[in-house]
């Protein structure tokens, strides 16, 4: 799963073994996935890509 670092480009997380490279980290172990979803929203990292919501006028 692809993680996007919107504040830091270059943000390395060490407890979790994460390196941002450009703002993008892919990460496969759902325990890693899991913690940085977890983060507090001021770091800026949000998981990427995905299904886009579902528009409700649209059927």
Do not use: C, N, W
């Amino acid at each position: 799963m692809k993680f996007t670092s919107t504040r830091y480009k270059q943000l390395v997380i060490h407890d979790l073994g994460v390196t941002f490279t450009d703002g993008e980290a892919e990460v496969t172990d759902k325990a890693v996935i899991e913690a940085l979803r977890g983060l507090p929203a001021e770091l800026g990292v949000r998981a990427a890509g995905g299904r886009p919501p579902k528009d409700p006028t649209q059927d």
